[in-house]
């Protein structure tokens, strides 16, 4: 199993970024996929997931702000992050539900700042 994620980058507060991850290597459609995300000298964590049937999920600090989608005809992810606030700044990993410990990729480095 292999997960690609496309390039973060730096962007301003307030402004926002798309990442996208394509997947290979396991039955797309039959899996949950979630975004996750490590800040310096802070645990991973889980912002958002999206089920089987399309269900979401997020962490209360993302509410509102990030939208998570998946295209199963093309085994990719998506997280869309409106309204980005300086604490975003992350490298974000995308990963089944629960994630596959040997399958993180080298993530993606999301930068929020002026």
């Known amino acids: 199993v292999k997960f690609v994620e496309s390039e973060g980058g730096l962007v301003e507060p307030g402004g926002s970024l798309r990442l996208s991850c394509a997947a290979s290597?396991?039955?797309?459609?039959?899996?949950?996929m979630a975004w996750y995300r490590q800040a310096p000298g802070k645990q991973r964590e889980l912002v958002a997931g999206?089920?089987?049937?399309?269900?979401?999920k997020y962490a209360d600090s993302v509410k509102g702000r990030f939208t998570i989608s998946r295209d199963n005809a093309k085994s990719t992810v998506y997280l869309q992050m409106n309204s980005l606030k300086p604490e975003d700044t992350a490298v974000y990993y995308c990963n089944t539900i629960p994630p596959s410990v040997q399958s993180w990729g080298q993530g993606t480095q999301v930068t929020v700042s002026s």
């Open positions: 290597g396991m039955i797309f459609r039959l899996n949950a």
């Open positions: 999206i089920f089987v049937a399309g269900y979401t």
